[in-house]
């Protein structure tokens, strides 16, 4: 019998070697990379301060404050908890001359209404919009209708608020859990003249616009606001323009970066929104003085931030105008909004 008819020899076992699918290499591979990269920039801002800090202002001032002892030390983490937590006791009443013609440094793009407007704004890494409400007496603030629960979202607050053309996100709220429900206002808040008291353990300002039209800002009680003439209030900080002057005079804020909200006012009464996109690659968000800036160049002798991150929602006559960041329901539900609600036969 020839060799080849003898059959495997004793002793020997036939193998064959597996190859691992390649979808399977590949996510390994992608996960090594994505574990380098993430080592990488740890060890990166541990090496460089000035991104820590930033990271670690970032994370604070989005309500997640525990995270950010990862990036520092107990003594910066305690410094910038202080300085997030510390809010000046500053009073302003925005002296103005309504109604005039509004002055605004770029055309309306979307809106050939005088009355009421939106126009893209950008700086260098951020994108967003600026909302300009001639008349101020039609900015009102919406408080969701489930209270304590669960709240609503820009776009909502703007389609059932009866004959309104547009809303930006409000003030802050509680959402202890995170999942970006959060239905319960944070401090003094007026809605239509209705008023009502929230806790606040973050010494925020109540935003409101009086029976004359003004933007006024303060810390105040309910009882207060309410003998102010107060009529619309949200509460949050801090206070960028103060008499036409920033009040950020040094550093970018200390707020990091991320996605904005704020609120001013023009000397003439008109009511300013500006929202800012974050935390995707065509915008990856602005710092508070970025943010001061704007309100400035666009004319703002009053102004103060309001609720940002993945609250930071402009919608416009049927349609969001931003790209709301990073909330798992699209925009986020949130207890306040300020809607514009032009007065029957004005034409807004």
């Known amino acids: 019998m020839g060799d ?17 699918p390649a979808g399977g290499r590949w996510l390994g591979r992608a996960a090594l990379s994505l574990c380098a990269a993430a080592l990488g920039a740890y060890a990166l801002m541990w090496a460089v301060p000035a991104l820590r800090t930033t990271a670690a202002e970032t994370v604070i001032t989005s309500g997640h404050s525990g995270l950010a002892r990862l990036v520092t030390t107990p003594a910066e983490y305690r410094r910038l908890l202080r300085q997030w937590l510390d809010t000046p006791n500053l009073t302003v009443v925005t002296d103005v001359a309504p109604p005039a013609r509004s002055a605004s440094g770029s055309d309306p793009v ?42 609503e979202q820009v776009s909502t607050f703007g389609s059932t608020t009866a004959g309104a053309i547009a809303a930006v996100n409000g003030g802050g709220f509680e959402d202890a859990m995170g999942d970006g429900t959060g239905g319960l206002p944070v401090g003094v808040t007026a809605s239509f003249g209705t008023f009502s008291d929230y806790p ?4 925020d300002y109540v935003i409101g616009l009086d029976s004359r039209g003004r933007l006024d800002v303060g810390k105040w009680t309910m009882a207060q606001a309410e003998a102010l003439g107060i009529r619309e209030a949200v509460s949050f900080k801090p206070l960028l323009v103060v008499n036409g002057q920033p009040q950020i005079t ?22 300013v929104f500006a929202v800012i996109d974050g935390r995707q690659p065509s915008s990856l968000g602005a710092t508070l003085l970025q943010v001061q800036n704007l309100m400035l160049a666009e004319g703002a002798v009053t102004a103060v931030n309001l609720d940002g991150g993945s609250s930071s929602t402009l919608w416009y006559r049927g349609q969001v105008m931003n790209n709301p960041c990073c ?22």
């Open 250 to 271: 040094s550093g970018d804020g200390g707020w990091g970066i991320g996605p904005r909200t704020a609120i001013g006012q023009r000397a003439d009464g008109t009511i």
């Open 110 to 151: 979307v809106s050939a209404d005088p009355s009421v407007s939106v126009h893209p704004v950008q700086g260098p890494d951020w994108r967003g919009w600026v909302l300009l409400v001639q008349h101020p007496s039609w900015v009102h603030v919406a408080v969701t209708p489930d209270i304590g629960r669960v709240g």
């Open 327 to 348: 909330s798992p329901n699209g925009q986020r539900y949130i207890a306040t909004a300020f809607v514009v609600v032009p007065p029957a036969g004005s034409g807004g």
């Open 4 to 20: 080849h008819d003898q059959g495997p020899r004793p002793g020997r076992r036939r193998t064959s070697r597996r190859r691992a």
């Open 200 to 203: 606040d353990l973050t010494g």
